[in-house]
C-alpha cells in the first residue's frame, strides 16, 4: 500500500490518495469485488491515512501517517466509526493495479469529523465508490462524546 502527501482537494478539504491492492479473494460469485471487501478497503485506506488508532496496542509513536485525526485531542481521547454510507458507483472488477482511494475530511462538526472516500480504478481511474464514515470522538475513560475544540476543527478541516 502507498500512501501520498497531503493535500487540499479541489473542494478545499484536506486529503490524501492511498493506493489499496486488491486481493483475488476479494471477488464474490459475481466476478466483482464484494460490498463488504469495499468497506474494508475504506478501513485499509482510513488507517493508511490516520495511523494505528490510539489505543490499538500498537506503536502510534512509529506510525508516519499522512493526516491526525487526533490533532490536539489529548491522550484520554479515541475515535470510533459511527455511521458508513457507500454508494456503488460501478463495479469494481479485480485489477493487478491498486485501487485508488482518495480519503478527505469532509466535514469537523460538534463530536464528529465525516471522512469521505472516492475510489477509482487502478487502470482506467474510473470512480467506482463514494462512500462516507462518521467518526466520533469519545472519552476512554467515560464512554461520553467530546466536542471538538475550534483549533481541532480548523487543523482538520484544513484551516475553514
Request: aromatic letters at 6%; zero cysteines; a neutral charge.
Amino acid at each position: 500500500m502507498t500512501t501520498g502527501s497531503p493535500f487540499l482537494d479541489d473542494d478545499g478539504r484536506l486529503a490524501v490518495d492511498v493506493y489499496v491492492p486488491l486481493r483475488w479473494k476479494d471477488m464474490d460469485a459475481y466476478g466483482h469485488i464484494n460490498n463488504i471487501q469495499v468497506v474494508q478497503l475504506m478501513e485499509e485506506a482510513r488507517v493508511a491515512a490516520f495511523g494505528v488508532p490510539v489505543g490499538s496496542g500498537s506503536d502510534a509513536e512509529a506510525d508516519l501517517a499522512p493526516l491526525d485525526l487526533t490533532v490536539g485531542a489529548g491522550e484520554g481521547v479515541r475515535v470510533f466509526v459511527s455511521e458508513h454510507r457507500v454508494k456503488y458507483r460501478a463495479q469494481m472488477k479485480y485489477r493487478a493495479k491498486p485501487v485508488r482511494v482518495r480519503v478527505s475530511i469532509d466535514q469537523a462538526k460538534g463530536a464528529s469529523v465525516h471522512v469521505g472516500y472516492k475510489m477509482h480504478d487502478g487502470v482506467d481511474d474510473a470512480l467506482l465508490v463514494t462512500a462516507t464514515s462518521v467518526m466520533v470522538y469519545v472519552d476512554a475513560e467515560t464512554g461520553r462524546p467530546m466536542r471538538l475544540t475550534d483549533k481541532q476543527r480548523k487543523a482538520l478541516t484544513g484551516g475553514q
